[in-house]
């Protein structure tokens, strides 16, 4: 696919998506959802890939849905390109609540982490929620911004975001529609850390290549649809779950890969088999 509003780049077993419009902050299209969508794909399918990074040029992550759609929403009624949830095509035997239109990070078999490089907030916020680890400069700046447009938790929020940080500081996000800064973000536990601006995006990848070396792809894979399937699980059926990938793993070469170079300390060389 041809990106007009996304960049994307791999080197070092990273794929690096940028949502590409600074002129706007990035502010969300239908066009960039094809485009980020097929993207994660691409980076799901690429044995080169080992780890997945977005984040958003210029000096925003993702101020929202472009507030074209909005004005023409506000116009005309309900726009059938932005509110409703259609499922996206099953895959990966994923549970069903990740496969809805922006809720199907959680299913792509490796680990997406968020630069939040400036603003984020309405859909950029809820993006920045399904990716599996978030990242922020200390210049950012999140939101939900809903309730201050008449609009409701979107695609799912109200179920992710008391997961991450509460009920109570949920509520508080949403009800408020308030802007906070990386460090109160932190605080909550809603980024992973703050890092100075102009060290963000190497920071990142720097811990991205630490993961795509040193631990074992086939590993991050099963570890992350585990994190997510529990969330829809009791702790019997996660643990039979374990009991029987633990058995998987112990076939894999990736295991024998593990062993190997503990014993002989060395690098390790997974193939993610």
Known sequence: MAYSEILYDVSDRIATLTLNRPEKLNAWTNQMGAEVRAALLAAEEDADVRIIIITGAGRGFCAGADMGMLQSAAASGVDRGILPQQPEPARNNANPGFQRRYSYFPSIKKPILAAINGPCAGLGFV??????????????????????RGLIAEHGIAWMLPRLIGPAQALDLLLSARMIDAAEAARMGLVNSVIPAGQLLPQVR?????LGTMASPRSMSVIKQQVYNALMETLEEATVAADQAMLESFESQDFKEGVAHFVEKRAPAFTGK
Do not use: H
């Not at 993006?127 to 201050?148: K, V």
């Open 127 to 148: 993006l920045s929620l399904y990716c599996d680890l978030r990242f922020a400069s200390d210049t950012a700046r999140l939101g939900t911004a809903f309730a201050r």
């Open 206 to 210: 720097a811990y991205a290549r630490e």
